[in-house]
């Protein structure tokens, strides 16, 4: 079974964007889109990078746009998700997705034993790994098939 540590290697950088609370939400989606990403995490400087929340692109559409604020003036924190679910490295695809599914979000940091962030796994990450984890087994299973007629 694949886990988020697979997940993470296969990505190949395990560096996550962040914004503080502080920031406006303009300056967050202006990293999201130079980044094209869908999320930050928000890490309260304060607090050596302790996690304040999450901030995605769902956010901004439902918090800013659809209640006429302005991305400019109004505040992450104002917008963010602060009850923040996370997983860890050892976790499957598997319980990941229903912990997604479960929850109704689409991002997940990592943290490691000591609570540190070490990266965000997507519903994307998740999807692709569990497509390539089922060809894998298609492909062996068509070999083992052909060897036997032959």
Same mark, same amino acid.
């Given at each position: 079974?694949t886990?988020?540590a697979?997940?993470?290697?296969? &990505?190949?950088?395990?560096?996550?964007h962040s914004?503080?609370?502080?920031?406006?939400?303009l300056?967050?989606?202006q990293?999201?889109a130079?980044?094209r990403?869908?999320?930050l995490?928000v890490l309260?400087g304060a607090?050596?990078?302790?996690?304040?929340?999450?901030?995605?692109?769902?956010?901004?559409?439902? &918090?800013i746009?659809?209640?006429?604020r302005n991305?400019?003036?109004?505040?992450v924190? =104002?917008?963010?998700t602060?009850a923040?679910h996370?997983?860890?490295a050892?976790q499957?695809?598997? =319980?990941?997705?229903?912990?997604m599914?479960? #929850?109704?979000?689409?991002?997940l940091?990592?943290?490691?034993a #000591?609570n540190?962030?070490?990266?965000?796994?997507?519903?994307?990450d998740?999807? &692709?790994?569990?497509?390539s =984890?089922? #060809?894998f087994?298609i492909?062996q299973? =068509?070999?083992?098939i052909?060897?036997?007629?032959?």
């Amino acid at each position: 079974m694949t886990t988020v540590a697979d997940i993470l290697r296969a &990505k190949g950088s395990a560096e996550v964007h962040s914004v503080s609370p502080d920031d406006s939400m303009l300056d967050a989606l202006q990293r999201m889109a130079e980044h094209r990403i869908g999320a930050l995490m928000v890490l309260d400087g304060a607090q050596s990078g302790h996690i304040a929340g999450i901030v995605t692109e769902r956010d901004y559409a439902r &918090k800013i746009v659809l209640q006429g604020r302005n991305s400019a003036t109004t505040s992450v924190r =104002e917008v963010m998700t602060a009850a923040v679910h996370c997983v860890d490295a050892a976790q499957t695809c598997e =319980e990941c997705m229903a912990l997604m599914t479960r #929850q109704r979000i689409r991002h997940l940091p990592v943290l490691d034993a #000591q609570n540190q962030l070490i990266g965000l796994v997507s519903i994307g990450d998740l999807v &692709k790994a569990i497509i390539s =984890e089922q #060809q894998f087994t298609i492909d062996q299973l =068509e070999h083992y098939i052909s060897g036997q007629r032959g």
